[in-house]
DNA sequence: GTGGGTTTTTGGTTCATACCAGATTTTTAA
DNA sequence: TTAAAAATCTGGTATGAACCAAAAACCCAC
C-alpha cells in the first residue's frame, strides 16, 4: 500500500481560491511526490486517487494525462500507472551501437527481430536513397528494450546493390556493427531529423502504449564517405523513453584547427 | 461557412462496429479532411463538430487533443481551433541566425525580448559553464515568432568574462551574428539536447498556448574553439512548430577526406 | 464613425454515471 | 496439483449536463 503525503485542508476541487485548476493542483501534488520520491513504482488506482484528492475521475486523468506527457508516469494497458524509469540518452549522429550506449548508461538493453523482408520504396525512400521506385531493397523491422521496457519500433531500408546479401546477416544484432565489421563502413554521415509526433497501432501495441500516444519520430539516411545514401531509417521511440544528446565532438575538430 | 465530408451512414459513436472507437473515427475522418485539404483556417466549434460526427463534447475533445499531439491543428485560447501550418526546419547545430533559417523557409521571422537582466547561475548552468555560483551572468528571456504566431521562448544566459559589455548591445537581434561581428566568435561549438516537454506557464501563456501543453525543450551550451564554455540557453517549442533536422555537411568532410 | 459596454459564441473545467475490455487474482473442478 | 473458469480490479471509452472565462461580435449612444 502506498501512502501519499497530502494536505487535508486543501480543497482540490475548490476552483474559486486562487483560480488555479483542480487538475493542475492534482498534477503539482503528485509530480511532488514523485520527485520526492515519495512516491514510486506504481501509482494508487485512478479511483483511489480520486478519492484521496477529491475530484472527479475526468478531472484526475487530465492531471495523470499531464504527468505522463511530462515523462514522469507512463501506463501499461488496464494494468495501472507507474514512475517513469530514467531516460535514455541517444546521440543519432553517433555511430554507436544501441547495445553500447545502453549497457554504458546501466541499461540492460534487448532487441525482437519483427520481420525481414524485400520491398520497394515509398517514394520519400527512393528520393533519399535516389533509387528507382522499382528498386527491391531489404527491409526490417525491429523493437528495442531496455530493462524490459519497449522503447522504439525501429524501420530500416538498406540497398541491396550497397550492401550486397545483407540480408543473410542476423538482423537482431547490431547494424552499425555488422556495417563496419562486414562491409567496412568505418567512416559513416547521416541526415537526421527528429519531431514530435503520436503513436498508432501496431507500433503503438509493439510499445506496449495506446492508440494515439505521444512519440518521438527520428528519421534518419546513412550515407558512405562519398555521401552515397544507403540505408533509410525511421524510428519511433517513446516519448518518455529518451533524450537527444549531441555533444560537440572536441577533440576531433580541435585537432583539425591546429596548424 | 466550412463543409465537411461526412459518410452519414457512418454512427462514429456506434463502438459495436469493427472494435474502432468512435474517438478514433472522428480523428481519422477530421484528419484526412485536413491532408486532404478540404478542411483549412479554422475548424467549424466543437458544438458543431461534436453535432456532425453524432458524439458527445468530451469524445470530440479527445481526437481533437490527439489531432493536436500529430500537430495538425493547434488552438487559440477560447477562440478556437485552426489547421497548423507547416513545421519550421531547424537545426540547433548550425551557427544560423533565426532571422536566417525562417526567412530561408518563406516564413515572416519576429522576436521580442521579454526581460535583460542580471543573475545567478542555477547548479546545472554553473555545472555547464564551469563558474562559480557568485558569478553574474546576462540572461535574457526572448519569444520568437514566425508569421506572427509565437513558436519558442528563449532564456540565454552568457558568461560576461568571455563577453564584455554584452548587456550593451540591442539582444533581441541575432546573437549569433552579435558574437560573429562583435566577438569575432567565427567558430563555435554546441553541446544540444533535445527532449519532450511540457509547457507551463508563463512559458505556455507566452506561447498563446494552455499550462500543460506539449513541447520540445532544446537546451544547448555554446563553447568557443577551444572548449570553453561560455553561453547556456533553454529553448522552450511548440512541439507542433519545429522539426529538427541535421544534414551531414558532406561538403567539409569531403575536403578532409581527400589526400 | 467610433468608442465602450453588452451579448453571444467559443473553448476550458468539472462533475457524476455507466459500461466496456483487458489484466490480475481468486476460486473451483478435474 | 494444476489447469480452467469465474470474479474482481484496473484503466479505457462514452454520455450529457452545467458552469466558467475569455474572445469575438454586436449594438447603441455619442
New binding site residues.
Given amino acids: 500500500m502506498v501512502t501519499i503525503t497530502h494536505d487535508k485542508t486543501t480543497k482540490y ?1 475548490n ?1 474559486m481560491s486562487k ?1 488555479i ?3 493542475a493542483l492534482v498534477r503539482e501534488a503528485i509530480a511532488k511526490n514523485i520527485i520526492e520520491k515519495k512516491l514510486t513504482g506504481n ?1 494508487p ?4 486517487l480520486c478519492a484521496t484528492y ?6 484526475l ?2 492531471a495523470l494525462g499531464q504527468l505522463e506527457n511530462m515523462g514522469l508516469i507512463f ?7 507507474y514512475v517513469c524509469p530514467r531516460k535514455l540518452k541517444y546521440d543519432p549522429m553517433r555511430h554507436a551501437s544501441f547495445l553500447q550506449y545502453t549497457t554504458e548508461q546501466g541499461f540492460q538493453p534487448s532487441t525482437v527481430l519483427l520481420s525481414k523482408k524485400q520491398i520497394k520504396p515509398c517514394k520519400e525512400i527512393s528520393e533519399s536513397l535516389h533509387v528507382d521506385k522499382n528498386t527491391s531493397l531489404t527491409s526490417i523491422k525491429r523493437v528495442r528494450s531496455v530493462d524490459g521496457r519497449a522503447v522504439v519500433v525501429e524501420d530500416l531500408s538498406f540497398s541491396n546493390a550497397h550492401l550486397p546479401e545483407i540480408e543473410k546477416h542476423d538482423l537482431s544484432l547490431s547494424i552499425s556493427i555488422l556495417l563496419k565489421n562486414t562491409y567496412k563502413h568505418h567512416k559513416v554521415l547521416y541526415d537526421i531529423s527528429v519531431e514530435s509526433c503520436c503513436l498508432f497501432n501496431p507500433i503503438a501495441q509493439h510499445l506496449n502504449t ?2 494515439g500516444a505521444l512519440g518521438l519520430k527520428v528519421t534518419r539516411i546513412v550515407r558512405d564517405q562519398n555521401g552515397v545514401a544507403f540505408e533509410f531509417d525511421r524510428e519511433y521511440w517513446r516519448h518518455d523513453a529518451l533524450m537527444i544528446e549531441n555533444n560537440a565532438k572536441l577533440d576531433v575538430f580541435i585537432q583539425h584547427l591546429k596548424p
Fill in positions: 476541487s476552483k483560480n485548476y483542480a487538475y501509482l488506482s485512478e479511483r483511489e477529491e475530484v472527479a475521475r475526468s478531472t486523468r487530465q501506463r501499461k494497458n488496464r494494468s495501472g500507472w495506446y492508440d
